[in-house]
């Protein structure tokens, strides 16, 4: 298949031939003519597949081929976090630079400034929003933000975006759309109970289901069980005299990421952190640097885990076990997007082997457990001493700021 099959308005083939894409992934070749037909839409596909374009294709021709084309915002995208909503904006501006559609991202944390810049935007005609929802709330209880002509509305990371967390916002700010319009969610994971309540705010939803909660096909899967106090010396070991020009670190909580930044520094490596105590300036720095390589080892709460695309990320540590197994297929996601290689290599000390085998229960198969380097000493058993086996009840924290 190719993307002219999908008859979308010429402008719009332009962008993509000029951003290079030759063919269309799985995702694109279901999502798309599913969106453009009008349906509702849940669709999950694995991270790194294309999930983006899927939406913002036929969202574009949508917007263009309408006989109305007076300002007023006509789709809304929503997303978890600020650096998605920038980079999803920024797709959008590559496949439209040949078609006249407005766009702006709407995310918290910038100046008054910026705030003033995106009221200005909403107020004259931007056609697409792409926000965060606590900064787009803010927005509508500025009383300027007129939903009257939205036609579209996208979660991205839609299982993050109705968990407890996100939930309540995410329903105010449906109470004030207009009913008459297309809903679609894309994500990697979705959860049965999200499913379920995502079919309430969805109408008659179709669904696309590619091997939903894998990890992408070409990560290659480790673990080490390792104590806490062996975990250093084996990050160490990992990344030195090795050909490995961005690596990600993934811990679960600030104080954790900032702390092995510091111990990090201290054995010279080229690392920063980010997470959400930094300035919005500072984060946007940070991820510019990695990006282009200036810096070799970013640590990062799970404010990274979610739909970011960095090229070439060759290996992603999980410094400890996600809690949520859905977050494990997340984070490992960062590496192995568009059809390339890597390496994922999480740690597991003692009190983690129960959420560990939760993920391999989620993704559907076992991770290979590897010998830690004889320096490094002995590890702890991989054994889940549990004869009797109890139900596991998964908590799902809702969270908003890592
Ligand atoms: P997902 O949301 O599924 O995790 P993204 O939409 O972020 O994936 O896309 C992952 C990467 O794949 C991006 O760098 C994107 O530019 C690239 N990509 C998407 N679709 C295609 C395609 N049809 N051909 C080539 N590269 C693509
Ligand atoms: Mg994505």
Do not use: W
Not at 52 to 80: F, M
Not at 105 to 124: H, L, M, P, R
Not at 141 to 159: P, Q, W
């Amino acid at each position: 298949m190719n993307f002219s099959d999908f008859k979308l308005d010429d402008r719009i083939n332009q962008g993509i031939e000029s951003i290079g894409f030759e063919k269309p992934t799985p995702v694109q070749e279901l999502a798309i003519p599913e969106i453009l037909s009008g349906n509702d839409l849940i669709a999950c596909a694995q991270t790194g597949t294309g999930k983006t374009a899927a939406y913002v294709l036929p969202l574009l021709h949508g917007i263009l081929t309408q006989k109305e084309r007076s300002g007023n915002i006509k789709a809304l995208i929503i997303a978890p976090t600020r650096e998605l909503a920038v980079q999803i904006d920024q797709q959008l501006e590559g496949f439209s630079y040949f078609a006249p559609v407005s766009s702006i991202a709407v995310y918290g944390g910038g100046s008054g400034t910026d705030f003033e810049v995106e009221k200005k935007a909403i107020k004259t005609g931007a056609e697409v929003l792409i926000a965060t929802p606590g900064r787009l709330i803010s927005h509508i209880n500025s009383g300027y933000v007129n939903f009257d002509r939205l036609k579209y509305l996208i979660l991205d990371e839609a299982d993050r975006m109705l968990d407890m967390g996100f939930q309540p916002d995410i329903l105010k700010i449906i109470s004030f759309l207009p009913k008459n319009r297309q809903t679609l969610l894309f994500s990697a994971t979705m959860p049965s109970d999200i499913r379920a309540f995502a079919k309430k705010i969805l109408n008659n939803p179709n669904e696309i289901n590619l091997a939903v909660s894998k990890p992408a096909e070409n990560v290659l899967q480790a673990a080490y069980m390792a104590y806490d106090n062996q975990k250093i010396a084996l990050v160490k070991k990992l990344i030195t005299g090795k050909e490995l020009p961005s690596v990600l670190i993934f811990s679960a909580t600030k104080a954790s990421v900032k702390d092995l930044e510091r111990e990090l520094l201290r054995l010279k490596m080229n690392v920063k952190a980010i997470h959400s105590d930094l300035e919005q300036e500072q984060r946007k720095e940070v991820l510019r640097q990695f990006r282009n390589r200036e810096i070799q080892v970013l640590v990062a709460t799970d404010i990274v885990s979610r739909g970011i695309d960095i090229d070439d990320i060759s290996l992603v540590i999980n410094y400890n076990v996600p809690q949520d197994a859905e977050d494990y297929v997340h984070r490992v996601g960062r590496t192995a997007r568009a059809d390339k290689t890597g390496v994922a290599i999480t740690f597991i000390n003692q009190k983690e082997v129960r959420n560990f085998t939760n993920i391999e229960k989620l993704i559907g198969s076992e991770i290979r457990k590897l010998p830690l380097p004889p320096e490094i000493g002995e590890g702890p058993d991989f054994n889940t001493r549990s004869p009797h086996k109890r139900r596991f009840v998964k908590r799902r924290p809702g969270r908003k700021g890592n």
